[in-house]
């Protein structure tokens, strides 16, 4: 089986490299010289048998649609593309839409595993026909972890599901993430009685309900760097969070821990709260409470 794959990042480069490993045929493109297999989408599409399936892997947003658009002037009918990045779940049906007339298919591919999928395989979330899915099973089987089929993929439903599950388990990931790292900060601060804070965590990697890959790595984190002083905590949010959210108030779907998560990280990139500036004068205006003036 062959496969084209545009986007060959830390990602879509591990996937390339995976998939060959499983046997399977891969033509890469990226505008890097140095990584890329065929100079330009149209050598893409030359080298591929058609009908061929080509695996998108950019950035979500202009840079995927931009690809998309590119691709349908090079593809035939009956091809397929598959968009495995971050894309908002709401953009498959634009693509699918776009795509029709020209009567090239399409799949939208939600990828978990990070930099560890080349190693660990990935979880997957798609959507689109179960004809497509069939067809392009042989490539998610190469890319999913060793195992049974149904603990590392899933057809979830029709086009946008896939991103749409992707987008949940995101969410979900924020709160986790949030979750851990509010205990770091208790057991850290309390050294007068927690005196060894990275076992603590390494010792609940086994037989405790919290051990999870996500506390692993946490571990791994803090053997290299038990204060983080080589860290500053500034946390960027790459868009599935707030669209989690975002369908959470469309369908009144009550979300504390997730959406705390999502506000812990605005606040990490204030130097000085203006709303907690807020808070302080107010305080003193009712109260006649102390506020800490700038240096």
Same mark, same amino acid.
């Given at each position: 089986m062959q496969i084209g794959l545009i986007g060959l990042g830390? #990602?879509?480069?591990?996937?390339?490299? &995976?998939?060959?490993?499983?046997?399977? !045929?891969?033509?890469?493109?990226?505008?890097?010289?140095?990584v890329t297999d065929v100079p330009d989408l149209a050598a893409l599409a030359a080298a591929l048998p058609a009908p061929r399936i080509v695996w998108v892997m950019v950035p979500a947003g202009e840079i995927t649609d931009g690809v998309i658009?590119?691709?349908?002037?090079?593809?035939d009918e009956g091809d397929l593309i598959i968009d495995g990045g971050n894309s908002k779940w709401t953009e498959d049906f634009k693509h699918s839409e776009y795509l029709v007339p020209k009567g090239i298919e399409f799949m939208d591919a939600g990828v978990s595993g990070g930099v560890w999928g080349l190693e660990n395989g990935y979880g997957l979330m798609v959507g689109g026909t179960a004809e497509n899915?069939?067809?392009? #099973?042989?490539?998610?089987?190469?890319? &999913?972890?060793?195992?049974?089929?149904? !603990?590392?993929?899933v057809h979830v439903g029709e086009v946008g599901a896939g991103h749409y599950a992707k987008m949940v388990h995101n969410g979900i990931e924020y709160g986790i993430m949030q979750a851990y790292a509010e205990g770091y900060e208790l057991l850290d601060t309390k050294k007068d009685i927690i005196k060894d804070v990275t076992g603590t965590f390494k010792a609940w990697q086994r037989g405790t309900v919290v051990r999870s890959w996500l506390l692993d790595l946490l571990v791994r984190a803090l053997e290299a760097d038990p204060?983080?002083?080589?860290i500053q905590g500034y946390v960027?949010?790459?868009?599935?969070?707030?669209?989690?959210?975002?369908?959470?108030?469309?369908?009144?779907?009550?979300?504390?821990?997730?959406s705390a998560a999502i506000f812990a990280r605005f606040v990490?990139?204030?130097?000085?709260?203006?709303?907690?500036?807020?808070?302080?004068?107010?305080?003193?205006?009712?109260?006649?409470?102390?506020?800490?003036?700038?240096?």
């Open positions: 830390k #990602m879509g480069n591990n996937m390339r490299t &995976r998939l060959r490993n499983a046997g399977i !045929e891969v033509t890469g493109y990226d505008r890097n010289p140095a658009h590119d691709l349908a002037d090079v593809l899915v069939e067809r392009a #099973m042989p490539i998610f089987d190469a890319l &999913r972890p060793e195992g049974p089929r149904e !603990e590392g993929f204060e983080f002083h080589d960027q949010d790459s868009g599935e969070g707030r669209w989690t959210l975002e369908e959470a108030i469309e369908n009144a779907v009550p979300m504390p821990a997730i990490s990139r204030q130097e000085d709260s203006p709303s907690m500036k807020a808070v302080a004068a107010l305080r003193n205006q009712f109260g006649g409470h102390a506020v800490k003036e700038l240096d």
